[in-house]
């Protein structure tokens, strides 16, 4: 069982700083991939960043020159500093992990999330 704890979120005025954190634990043998999504009312999941286990990192672009991801992995922790916040980005935010078992390669988990709400 992997479960994946996500804090971080909440209410902030547009140009103000968040910064999201996820703590995986459970049985992993190895992560492959760290990310954040994020989905708004009415709206699909997207992409926001993610992370590999050797620090490659890729933006969605509405994220990229804003928001920072980073990982580490002694922890199994993934983080995404977001600044420079936009009305635009509310909405809830998941963590989400790529996974190796010892019996299974490349599960996705996600967490339950968490809001984010930018007001003007």
């Known amino acids: 069982q992997v479960q994946l704890v996500e804090s971080g979120g909440g209410l902030v005025q547009a140009g103000g700083s968040l910064r999201l954190s996820c703590a995986a634990s459970?049985?992993?043998?190895?992560?492959?991939?760290m990310g954040w999504y994020r989905q708004a009312p009415g709206k699909q999941r997207e992409l926001v960043a993610a992370i590999t286990r050797y620090g490659s990192t890729n933006y969605s672009d509405s994220a990229k020159g804003r928001f920072t991801i980073s990982r580490d992995n002694a922890k199994n922790t993934v983080y995404l500093q977001m600044n420079s916040l936009k009305p635009e980005d509310t909405a809830v935010y998941y963590c989400?992990?790529?996974?190796?078992?010892?019996?299974?390669?490349?599960?996705?988990?996600w967490g339950k999330g968490t809001l984010v709400t930018v007001s003007s």
């Open positions: 459970g049985s992993i043998y190895r992560i492959n991939t």
């Open positions: 989400n992990c790529n996974l190796d078992s010892t019996k299974y390669y490349g599960v996705d988990y």
